[in-house]
């Protein structure tokens, strides 16, 4: 079994990239990555649409609204990044042995990740918020 699997990983290993790219050039994968670019999209400009539409008028207080528009641009900044990542891997699924910089792909992804862990950051953030105008709300209407 070991002389297997150490076979698998050698002959894996000792493909060149443009190997790999030309085994992914499967109509269904491309497909789904399309479907996902165009999801990421169409999110981002709902979102975006939204934003602008209802932005953060209907609420009451300037701190919230600073959050929420903070709240906002991380959805937004969410899908695009998103939707990048799925568009240059469909040009280079498309495109024959396409390569592009692994330093930006971590990068993209990495900011990605971050903007998802700081838009779920921001209700925590308003409800604090909310608490402490509840609890004193006397010092909150003098800031």
């Not at 900044?77 to 390569?99: D, Q």
Request: aromatic share 14%; glycine share 4%.
């Amino acid at each position: 079994m070991q002389g297997r699997l150490d076979d698998y990983y050698i002959t894996m290993m000792n493909k060149t990239p443009c190997q790999v790219f030309e085994e992914l050039q499967d109509p269904l994968y491309a497909i789904m990555v399309a479907a996902k670019c165009i999801v990421c999209c169409l999110g981002t400009a709902i979102s975006a649409y939204q934003w602008k539409k209802i932005g953060v008028s209907w609420m009451v207080h300037s701190n919230t609204k600073i959050l929420f528009a903070y709240y906002y641009a991380m959805v937004v900044l969410v899908g695009a990044t998103f939707a990048a990542l799925y568009a240059f891997e469909f040009v280079r699924l498309r495109v024959s042995c396409f390569h592009y910089d692994f330093v930006i792909l971590l990068a993209v992804r990495g900011t990605g990740i971050a903007a998802i862990v700081a838009s779920n950051l921001i209700p925590i953030a308003i409800s604090i918020e909310r608490a402490f105008s509840a609890l004193h709300p006397k010092i909150f209407e003098s800031w």
